[in-house]
């Protein structure tokens, strides 16, 4: 199983970022897969999370009307969309799979998004 992400980088204040997660080794069908974010000392902060084949999408307050999830089913990714990008969005982002109906659960290796002028 893997979930790699890519896309991390420096942006400016107000610059936007796509981030994606290609995910392997596992049926990509009916599976929650979420974004995290964590910054040094804190625990990983729940971004939003979107189940693959259903559909349902849900946001953290933090992140709603700023980023946006989403997946290609045919390609196994979920992307994270971030907009309007603010210095206290820094932080290794981290993509997470949680099938349905299984007790286990996968994480990415996560990538760094550094907002900075």
């Known amino acids: 199983v893997q979930l790699v992400e890519s896309g991390g980088g420096l942006v400016q204040p107000g610059g936007s970022l796509r981030l994606s997660c290609a995910a392997s080794?596992?049926?990509?069908?009916?599976?929650?897969m979420s974004w995290y974010r964590q910054t040094p000392g804190k625990e990983h902060e729940w971004l939003a999370s979107?189940?693959?084949?259903?559909?349902?999408?849900i946001y953290a307050d933090s992140v709603k009307g700023r980023f946006t999830i989403s997946t290609d089913d045919a390609e196994n990714t979920v992307y994270l969309q971030m907009n309007t990008l603010k210095p206290e969005d820094t932080a290794v982002y981290y993509c997470?799979?949680?099938?349905?109906?299984?007790?286990?659960?996968?994480w990415g290796q996560g990538t760094q998004v550094t907002v900075s002028s």
């Open positions: 979107i189940t693959t084949t259903v559909g349902n999408i």
């Open positions: 997470h799979a949680e099938p349905l109906f299984l007790s286990t659960e996968y």
């Open positions: 080794g596992f049926t990509f069908s009916r599976v929650v």
